[in-house]
């Protein structure tokens, strides 16, 4: 294959609208400077406003909605349109019904399969969303480990996530490769008033209202202010938290949600905020954590902590709870001298651990999947279905 250009897939769900999507929107980047590959984004939800320039778009399926049954539902799509790109290497990220589909054409067609972690969840039994139906979960997580079986390279976000992999799966993470961003390009104007940020899709794992409940506990605080951005769920499965949860942000004087905004938004308000929080129950490397600390925003998280590098590294808070997480915010706030100190200890630390170097040692392993000696490395997978 040397001196031509290789056919390189990435298969995700969706096109745009997460951190693992922003993720990959870097990669493409990363490997469009190298030259080396024809890339093609397989997605099943599409978004017209993103023009791809270097690389082409495919998408599985015609509808908008999840699958009734999961990502899996795609395996007839999705498998054609492997079969008719023909590629010499599949990239997939995002666990679901794709990494096993991936992995079985991978095996079929002897074509090298780099899965890449996304979350927590993807490297153990658990699954994100108890909310979904017994059947649906069952299948996507059947197929996710499938894929992990028969991947031949598997890259995680944390130290962690590699001790999830080899503790449930007695596989060994071939590469700890830290989310990574370019730098700000916003102009940092902190002031303004005093803001708390909470940035996230509003989903239940997610946990918006303990948000809320933030807010509304930190109220006596004289001109401090609560915003939260992310989209609402659509879907009649999701009006009885959401209902509730969006009558208790309208009830909240000192708190405005913003709804959904661009990467670029999302970025411009985090220049002018002062904190950020995180209340999900689990993640992977949360994007949203690098993006605070590039824009000298000190972070405080309820639960997540990966790698323990909050308190490791001195660059924010790990609450514990939500009395811990108010007590938090509220002597910050009110001891400026102590978030200089995090914000500052933040800034080092993301430009030397999350730059664009991390991608290129991601471009570097998709590159060692193109190697000749690719047998060798096929032949010592567990082919077991």
Known sequence: ??????????????QHGGGAEYQISLLIAALLEATRYDIHLLVRHFDERIEPVGYHVVRIGRSAQVPRFGYISDLVPLYRALRLIKPNILYQRVACGYTGICALYARREHVPLLWHAAHDTDVNPATLDRGRNLLRRRLEKWS????????DRIVVQTRQQGELLLRHYGRQADAVIPNFHGDAGETIDKSGPTTVAWVANLKSWKRPEVFVRLALALQDVPGLQFIMLGEAPAGASN?????????????ASNLRYLGSRSQCEVNEILAKATIFVNTSVHEGFPNTFIQAWQRDVAVVSLDVNPDDVLQREGVGIHAGNEQALSEAVRMLVTKPWVLAGYVARAR???????????????????????????????????DRV
């Open 1 to 14: 294959m040397s001196g031509q250009r290789l056919r390189l897939c990435i298969v995700t769900p969706r």
């Open 144 to 151: 996710v480990e499938f894929g992990i079986r028969h991947a």
């Open 239 to 251: 009006q009885s938290w959401l209902v509730p949860l969006m009558r208790s942000i309208e009830a």
């Open 348 to 382: 080092e630390y993301v430009r030397s651990q999350h730059s664009l170097r991390n991608s290129a040692m991601l471009v570097q392993l998709i590159d060692s999947l193109a190697q000749p000696d690719q047998g060798a490395v096929r032949a010592g997978r567990d």
